[in-house]
């Protein structure tokens, strides 16, 4: 799933190891998810991805080489998405299925929400008003 938003940045990322993400960064996330497993860097142009779980939960930080957060994705239920996304889908996309859904939040605390579908994520303000469609990478 990750994230088609962050993805459409740069279609140059990179898997990376642990050992090669900057300390700020790499602490930042340590002490913000200590609780993480299944944790997975990449480095997409100047920034670094970080994909992980918590729980039953994927998500994923995008950080700056300063250490500074970009954005944050959390998976969520396709129940969990606003009504209005429910619904534009529904309207616009009747025979589709949401694959996976997800409440993505930017560095200044934007919310948007992200739904995928028939190959492409559909982008959502925080009330459900529908804002883009982006296809997805192959890459990913």
Not at 91 to 120: C, F, L, P, Q, W
């Amino acid at each position: 799933m990750f994230s088609a938003t962050v993805i459409t940045l740069s279609a140059t990322a990179q898997k990376i190891k642990e050992s090669e993400v900057p300390l700020v960064i790499y602490e930042a996330f340590k002490k913000a998810h200590s609780n993480a497993k299944e944790v997975k860097w990449e480095k997409e142009a100047a920034n670094y991805e970080v994909e992980f779980e918590v729980g039953e939960t994927e998500q994923s930080i995008v950080y700056d080489a300063s250490g500074t957060l970009l954005e944050t994705e959390v998976e969520i239920k396709e129940s969990e998405l606003p009504t209005a996304v429910k619904a534009y889908i529904s309207k616009n996309y009747s025979a589709a299925k949401i694959k996976e859904s997800a409440r993505v939040t930017d560095g200044k605390g934007t919310t948007t929400y992200e739904a995928e579908i028939k190959g492409m994520d559909l982008i959502f303000d925080s009330t459900g008003k529908f804002i883009k469609e982006i296809k997805e990478s192959t890459e990913h």
